[in-house]
């Protein structure tokens, strides 16, 4: 058994918010279907609520966290686990970290995070994107970014541009009185698995996110007005009706199968400048 973990004030500066509920990270855990010779990157650790649950179901853990007074709280709580190289602590920026020099490959770890909040859109850009992506992603993020992933009936540029890498669930609301101190708001587990970059069936992410930024660049505007920057009206109206796309239609209408569609017959017609 671990000794307790020692307890550090939250610094506001680095949207430090600690699980106090033990059940927070086996509900974590659970979601990343976490087992024995995993690779798991954790962000942000702060004293470890998260890394023992990780630590205990046998994986190997890497750790990013930027605040020395955690760093010294998890060398001294992990020491045996640090000895024996089941976890490695990282003492960097998570925005400033190359996974290849981590010893990271593509699809053979999986993230599990309890992360700050302002860096939730970062963070999901960033291995989603990655050439070097995980397996698995599990996030604890603000529950109205988990909805606006999953539940929303409309789609976003934020749903689409995961929904385009992997699965999304959206696995548990967690109150705010989970953590230390007390956010303004509730959060929500979201867990995305079977991640890859199939999906896109052979068009380049520069080139679909350029298209899709462009469709949701004017909410106001139909769709096949905020694309007439990209192509002109005719090629697009043929276009839409060959997809059975009416020209009424919103970029936050369309769910992700169409969307990959209506970007192939764009690049037959045109090329996105860069």
Same mark, same amino acid.
């Not at 890497?62 to 089941?86: P, Q, S």
């Not at 599990?138 to 109205?144: A, D, G, N, P, S």
């Not at 992997?166 to 959060?187: A, H």
């Given at each position: 058994? &671990?000794?307790? $973990?020692? @307890?550090?004030?939250?610094?506001?500066? $680095?949207?430090?918010?600690?699980?106090?509920?033990?059940?927070?990270?086996?509900?974590?855990?659970?979601? %990343?279907?976490?087992?024995?010779?995993?690779?798991?990157?954790?962000?942000? =650790?702060?004293?470890?609520?998260?890394?023992?649950?990780?630590?205990?179901?046998?994986?190997? #853990?890497?750790?990013?966290?930027?605040?020395?007074?955690?760093?010294?709280?998890?060398?001294?709580?992990?020491?045996?686990?640090?000895?024996?190289?089941? $976890?490695?602590?990282?003492? !960097?920026?998570?925005?400033? #970290?190359?996974?290849?020099?981590? %010893?990271?490959? =593509?699809?053979?770890?999986?993230? +599990?995070?309890?992360?700050?909040?302002?860096?939730?859109?970062?963070?999901? !850009?960033?291995?989603?994107? &990655?050439?070097?992506? =995980?397996?698995?992603? #599990?996030?604890?993020?603000?529950?109205?970014?988990?909805?606006?992933?999953?539940?929303? @009936? @409309?789609?976003? $540029?934020?749903?689409?541009?995961?929904?385009?890498?992997?699965?999304?669930?959206?696995?548990?609301?967690?109150?705010?009185?989970?953590?230390?101190?007390?956010?303004?708001?509730?959060?929500?587990?979201?867990? +995305?698995?079977?991640? *890859?970059?199939?999906?896109?069936?052979?068009?380049?992410?520069?080139?679909?996110?350029?298209?899709? &930024?462009?469709?949701?660049?004017?909410? !106001?505007?139909?769709?096949?007005?905020?694309?007439?920057?990209?192509?002109?009206?005719?090629?697009?109206? &043929?276009?839409?009706?060959?997809?059975?796309? *009416?020209?009424?239609?919103?970029?936050?209408?369309?769910?992700?199968?169409?969307?990959?569609?209506?970007?192939?017959?764009?690049?037959?017609?045109?090329?996105?400048?860069?």
């Amino acid at each position: 058994m &671990h000794e307790n $973990l020692t @307890k550090i004030d939250a610094k506001k500066s $680095l949207g430090q918010n600690f699980l106090n509920n033990a059940g927070i990270p086996r509900a974590m855990a659970d979601a %990343g279907e976490v087992m024995e010779a995993d690779i798991v990157l954790e962000i942000g =650790p702060g004293t470890g609520a998260l890394t023992r649950e990780l630590l205990e179901r046998g994986a190997k #853990v890497v750790a990013i966290e930027t605040d020395h007074r955690a760093i010294e709280a998890l060398n001294t709580t992990f020491f045996a686990e640090i000895t024996a190289k089941k $976890l490695v602590i990282v003492d !960097r920026d998570i925005r400033e #970290v190359d996974l290849e020099a981590l %010893g990271l490959r =593509p699809r053979a770890y999986k993230i +599990i995070a309890n992360i700050p909040y302002y860096l939730s859109g970062f963070l999901f !850009r960033f291995f989603l994107e &990655h050439n070097i992506q =995980p397996a698995t992603l #599990v996030f604890l993020v603000q529950k109205e970014v988990a909805v606006r992933i999953v539940r929303d @009936k @409309k789609e976003s $540029l934020l749903s689409l541009s995961v929904k385009v890498f992997g699965e999304p669930k959206y696995v548990k609301t967690v109150g705010r009185g989970n953590f230390t101190p007390q956010p303004k708001i509730d959060s929500a587990i979201i867990a +995305i698995s079977d991640i *890859s970059k199939d999906r896109l069936e052979g068009i380049t992410q520069e080139d679909f996110f350029a298209i899709l &930024h462009e469709g949701f660049k004017s909410k !106001r505007k139909q769709l096949i007005g905020n694309l007439l920057i990209i192509l002109d009206r005719g090629s697009l109206i &043929h276009i839409f009706s060959t997809l059975n796309i *009416s020209l009424k239609v919103r970029g936050e209408d369309l769910a992700l199968p169409i969307w990959i569609n209506l970007c192939k017959k764009i690049l037959e017609k045109t090329k996105i400048p860069r």
